[in-house]
């Protein structure tokens, strides 16, 4: 009796060992826990949409169907601005790049899988085709904003400058974003000048080997017109000093005849 007694206890005392063992691996695994991803989609299926894009052109990428109630991860922040809307059945995101470079969005379905990988490849704007068309754009007009303790003074300065915004009306530009170089003709078809260009987020910088201008720079009405403002404040005061000149700006509108060629719409 008491040889089978020993053998109960050794089986007891192996069975224990064994479950302890077992806890410390599954406390061990579960110390160690892993973020727990979307689900890769099935090997052959095409989810990746591409998109050409230029630093400040929002666009919108649709993710077709039954896809509004859809959720998105913007995987770079630092380089694009997202935001989804969704429209009846449909699931829209609208996108606004920050700066050049490769960015990516995941979008997942209402079950939290991923369904769509939306590579965005952003450059410099550039165009071949810009012209100067003040009064082309459909609800943003070419304007002088003058401000002068002299009334004369500011009427003269209004004056000068809206018809020099009439008479650019037709003048052309080339942007090469690849070589950053711009050329510039006037509107009766002489070669103008010539140089370099920076166009960040909100602002355009041209420089030819004599002056360098910075322009305030907003893209309007579905990427095709490009608002252009120019504070002119130093210039003007240089030129009446005595008349209390505080600030002096214009703006004018650029229309973008290429940009069909990049935007699907």
Known sequence: MTFKRNNLSQDVIHALTLTLVLCLTLLSGCSDKEEILPPEPEEGTDIVSEYKAYVGHPFNASLGEQTNGYTIKNNDPEKLKTEYFGIEHFGVVCIFPLCEGESSIHVLDKNNKLVKIIKIQTTMWGSKDVEVENGAHPYVKPEVRVEAQDTQTKQNIEKELMQELKNRN????????????????????????????????????????????????????????????????????????????????????????????????
């Open 170 to 265: 037709g003048t052309r530009y080339t942007f090469d974003n690849q070589t950053r170089l711009f050329t510039m003709t006037f509107p009766d078809g002489r070669k103008g000048y010539e140089g370099t260009y920076k166009c960040r987020v909100d602002s355009l910088i041209m420089q030819t080997q004599s002056i360098i201008k910075k322009y305030g720079y907003e893209v309007s009405y579905k990427n095709k017109f490009l608002i252009i403002r120019e504070d002119r404040t130093e210039e003007f005061c240089q030129r009446y000093p005595d008349s209390g000149v505080t600030s002096v700006t214009t703006q004018e509108i650029w229309r973008d005849y290429s940009i069909l060629d990049i935007f699907p719409w």
